[in-house]
């Protein structure tokens, strides 16, 4: 599904380069949740950016469903991104003048589906994260955790193969943070392959797999998983 | 193009969008009545004066003491100035086309004190005057060598016949009767009548601002006023090295005038002009800074409403969204934007020509001008959103995880 073979990501200023990922190694098979932890600076946002296409890598190898995507154009990137991926932000990243219906609304209108279909999904997707009423209100009515639903429902609209989370619910009670969680796990179980970066063990502990990032790297994951289950006990 | 959440997120936001409307509104109606306006002047400057403008230049002699006799001075003058090489005719009248300063009276079919004649203005020519001015003659007969007296400047009363123009005809006839006004017998001061014997085509009067400005008539005469003009045409190309040797040549054949005020025709036309030509500069001055601050203002709140925008622009791009869907999406909310201005513009526009031509008595405007400008606003709207939708398609997706 997804693999990538010593990637680097260099960051380069006029002063400075900061080495942001150097030979990273992964593989995520279909269908699963693998949840990476870290801590601040290792380089997780940046694997995700480059995960999703949203950021051109330096150098190294990676397939995206057996298709090598580092020669894609950029017109071609956005199209993937918008069929096959499906993405989560720590800001939710509503758009604040668009209500509800609109912002779920957002990626089927790139995807150039017809009005009919788009209504159908965005209602299927909305009573799905349990915000069928609240088609109508703007962002900012709603609580923090009801955004991220909606945040969501938007991501998963398109039925993507592929859920790219970064830090979901870095901006929620440990309440919403479990019932956002119940719900990511409930679309994993749906089919959806799943990538979320977390700082939270506990969060972490709900995925299938756990890879850390330290310094750019993949430290020894078995090592971790097994420390994990050895803490869990 | 995906207008609905366009204008639904840009009503969100209105007061920059409302204000950018409103300026192209106004920008869309002073520039329309402006060019409304520069039509007319320019429609008035391009009327032909009827005479061969390009070829012919004029003089004034004046005699300045008792041994000038004028009509021996006259009479010579006009002798040798047809002898000279390059002049094509000449002949001496009292007052030149677009000049300013000319004689006007009124002309009536009927005799009576009680009428109101045709105002009218008066050139005394010679059977010279075709040649010299260029003039067509379109019906009857021009004047012969022996219609021709002399007008002392104390005359009040007036020749048998008269030419006058087309404009003159239609204003005293009819319009389709104008043809019919050969061999008619005008009254020139009430009562005093005159034979129309032939119409020509066009020649303008003195005054370019007079609504008559192409009713005019010919009479007969040479006058001894004391002041004589000579209009000159000289041959194609030789007007120029003509106006110095005719300037020469009076000044010395009489030593009891003096010559003065060459001048072309040409001239005499752009000074008739010079308060038309540079309203219309200073009109498409006006234009050509409206826009330009309507174009600043539009570059102004797209890049503003641009860099508000950058986390959503990322995000959107995330979700799929191509650079040109990024630049669409500002060209589009431009085109709602200045496509309320251009609706209101029109209203606008339609008022406050309707109110102009009542206070200041102008042309009403030609009704095309107002799509063609909405047209125009439209392009100079999309021109200048197109930098700022430039910049907004560059934002890079990643902005969506790195900004907080
Ligand atoms: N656009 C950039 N330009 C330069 N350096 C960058 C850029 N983006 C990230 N970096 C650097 O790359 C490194 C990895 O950053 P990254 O955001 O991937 O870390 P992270 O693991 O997500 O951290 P956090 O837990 O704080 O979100 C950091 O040292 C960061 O400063
Ligand atoms: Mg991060």
Redesign the interface.
Do not use: S
């Given at each position: 599904m997804l693999s990538m073979q010593n990637i680097s990501m260099v960051y380069r200023t006029d002063t400075v380069e900061t080495h942001a990922l150097r030979q990273f190694n992964l593989d995520v098979g279909e269908g699963e949740f693998v949840a990476i932890t870290g801590p601040s600076g290792s380089g997780k946002t940046t694997f995700l950016n480059i995960a999703g296409l949203l950021e051109k890598f330096t150098s190294g190898r990676y397939e995206l469903d057996g298709k090598d995507v580092s020669s894609l154009s950029d017109a071609a990137t956005s199209r993937v991104r918008n069929e096959k991926i499906g993405f989560v932000f720590q800001g939710f990243n509503l758009i604040p003048d668009l209500n509800v219906f609109d912002n779920v609304d957002v990626p089927l209108r790139y995807r150039g589906f017809n009005g009919a279909e788009r209504k159908q999904r965005i209602e299927r997707v909305l009573d799905m994260v349990g915000l069928a009423s609240r088609q109508k209100h703007l962002p900012a009515q709603l609580s923090g955790g009801q955004q991220q639903r909606v945040a969501i429902a938007r991501a998963l609209a398109g039925e993507p193969r592929f859920l790219l989370a970064d830090e979901p619910t870095g901006n929620l009670d440990s309440q919403m943070a479990m019932s956002i969680m119940e719900l990511i796990q409930e679309i994993n179980r749906g089919g959806t392959t799943i990538i979320m970066v977390t700082h939270d063990p506990t969060l972490a502990n709900l995925a299938g797999r756990n890879v850390h990032i330290r310094d750019g790297r993949v430290s020894d994951s078995d090592a971790d998983t097994q420390l994990a289950e050895v803490a869990v006990g | 193009m995906?207008f609905g959440?366009i204008w639904?997120?840009l009503m969100?936001?209105k007061t920059g969008a409302i204000l950018i409307a409103l300026q192209v509104a106004v920008t869309m109606a002073i520039m329309v009545n402006a060019i409304s306006i520069i039509q007319t002047r320019a429609e008035a400057m391009a009327r032909p004066s009827g005479i061969d403008e390009p070829n012919i230049f004029y003089i004034s002699s004046i005699g300045f003491n008792d041994a000038f006799n004028e009509r021996v001075a006259v009479e010579e003058d006009l002798a040798a100035l047809r002898a000279m090489p390059g002049v094509v005719d000449a002949l001496q009248t009292n007052s030149v086309p677009l000049s300013g300063g000319g004689w006007s009276m009124g002309l009536q079919t009927e005799p009576g004190d009680d009428m109101d004649g045709v105002g009218v203005a008066v050139y005394f020519v010679d059977d010279h005057a075709l040649d010299t001015y260029d003039l067509e003659l379109v019906a009857g007969e021009f004047f012969s060598p022996t219609d021709i007296e002399w007008r002392e400047g104390s005359s009040s009363t007036w020749p048998d016949r008269t030419v006058i123009t087309v404009a003159m005809a239609e204003a005293l006839f009819g319009e389709d009767e104008w043809r019919s006004g050969v061999g008619k017998t005008v009254y020139i001061n009430n009562n005093e009548p005159m034979t129309v014997t032939g119409i020509i085509d066009r020649m303008q009067a003195a005054w370019n601002g007079w609504d008559g400005v192409e009713r005019t008539m010919l009479v007969p005469q040479r006058t001894l006023f004391g002041s004589s003009r000579y209009i000159i045409r000289a041959e194609p190309g030789l007007r120029d090295e003509l106006m110095p040797q005719v300037e020469e040549m009076l000044a010395q054949s009489n030593k009891d005038r003096i010559v003065r005020g060459l001048r072309t025709m040409e001239e005499t036309r752009e000074r008739s002009y010079r308060g038309d030509a540079s309203m219309i500069k200073l009109l498409m001055f006006t234009i050509g800074l409206l826009l330009l601050i309507t174009a600043l203002g539009i570059v102004g709140l797209a890049s503003f409403s641009v860099s508000r925008r950058t986390?959503?622009i990322g995000?959107?791009?995330?979700?799929?969204?191509?650079?040109?869907?990024i630049a669409g999406y500002f060209m589009s909310e431009n085109l709602l934007i200045s496509g309320m201005g251009v609706l209101l513009g029109a209203a606008l526009t339609v008022g406050l020509n309707m109110w102009m031509v009542d206070a200041f008595d102008l042309d009403r405007m030609e009704v095309w001008l107002v799509p063609a400008a909405m047209g125009v606003l439209l392009v100079v709207g999309q021109l200048a959103v197109f930098g700022p939708a430039r910049r907004a398609s560059s934002v890079?997706?990643?902005v969506?995880?790195?900004t907080?």
């Open positions: - | 995906q959440p639904r997120a969100r936001n986390k959503q995000t959107r791009r995330a979700l799929g969204a191509t650079r040109a869907d890079p997706p990643a969506a995880t790195r907080v």
